[in-house]
């Protein structure tokens, strides 16, 4: 069961009952102009420039909403990804002994809690929008309860193509030694005026995923746990699987992004050319955005 928190003048979030919540973080988009005392920018990927991602396409409308548009520049398609942190292995020095550097400033990092993020998904395939939460050494330790865990709240990218939202895990990296749980298909149901809200309750023994407000999937340490939930939580098999927890800190993303540009994953289908645009970007009708209502951090009173 879920309850009401009310945040004056917004929203309110809807946060499991039994427990007594505290506002820790949160943005509500207020004004005309991103917080950059709470918000970066993704730009590279994995030691390298992505051509893709942009600091441009930030709009706040006055009405506290966020907007994070897809931007068409002759054949080349651009969107903004957001951060509160950043993962170590994106920034290559490009000399000396320590390959990584310089390191960004972290703006917002935290361990466990309830994240929840209200939002309008994109009109258009060809790009997704995802709100997830990520660690800055994510495999670089061989337990990812000290390394982290990639907690993927909600990621679009299926959306067209099979009617479904995403939620999983993944850790170890994203070598030979990675791991994951794979994407939990949660069908997509539009709401009348296309408001969602996603989240997860990160403890200490596990991940709980909500969409518009029901339990959507759990993720337990080990079997012993997943028998328990499954047991008590009435969902199918297929929503309640075993993950590793992160024990550390970590910062949360809320990000777009265009298809193609890393190659032929996505939604993109082979044979497709590395940096390049999906084809399916070019029949975009633009304008189009993710649209975000609010991001919000909450701790048990007390933990």
Not at 12 to 18: F, H, M, N, Q
Not at 141 to 166: K, T, W
Request: charged share 25%.
């Amino acid at each position: 069961m879920m309850k009401e928190y009310e945040v004056p003048g917004h929203v309110p979030s809807r946060l499991p009952e039994g427990h007594v919540w505290q506002l820790v973080w949160h943005d509500e988009f207020d004004g005309r102009e991103l917080d950059r005392s709470k918000w970066g920018f993704r730009l590279d990927f994995w030691g390298k420039r992505l051509k893709t991602f942009t600091e441009e396409g930030v709009e706040l409308d006055g009405r506290s909403h966020l907007k994070l548009h897809l931007l068409r520049k002759g054949n080349d398609f651009y969107s903004p990804h957001l951060q509160t942190g950043s993962l170590t292995f994106d920034h290559v020095s490009g000399g000396g002994v320590w390959p990584f550097g310089p390191r960004e400033t972290p703006r917002f990092m935290h361990r466990f809690g309830f994240y929840e993020v209200r939002c309008r998904q994109p009109k258009n395939p060809g790009w997704h929008s995802a709100f997830w939460l990520q660690s800055p050494c994510i495999g670089a330790h061989p337990d990812p309860r000290r390394a982290g865990v990639e907690c993927d709240i909600m990621e679009n990218y299926r959306q067209f193509s099979d009617g479904v939202i995403l939620c999983g895990n993944l850790w170890g990296g994203y070598g030979a030694d990675g791991s994951g749980t794979g994407g939990v298909r949660i069908p997509y149901a539009e709401t009348p005026d296309r408001w969602h809200t996603y989240a997860v309750d990160w403890r200490k023994d596990g991940y709980d995923f909500y969409f518009d407000g029901a339990l959507a999937a759990k993720f337990v340490p080990d079997e012993g746990s997943r028998a328990a939930a499954l047991a008590g939580s009435g969902l199918p098999e297929d929503r309640v699987r075993i993950s590793p927890v992160s024990e550390v800190e970590q910062f949360i993303l809320l990000s777009t992004e265009c298809h193609g540009y890393r190659g032929p994953g996505f939604s993109v289908k082979a044979p497709h050319e590395p940096g390049t645009p999906a084809a399916s970007l070019f029949d975009a009708v633009l304008p189009d955005f993710f649209e975000v209502d609010y991001v919000r951090v909450f701790d048990r009173s007390g933990e």
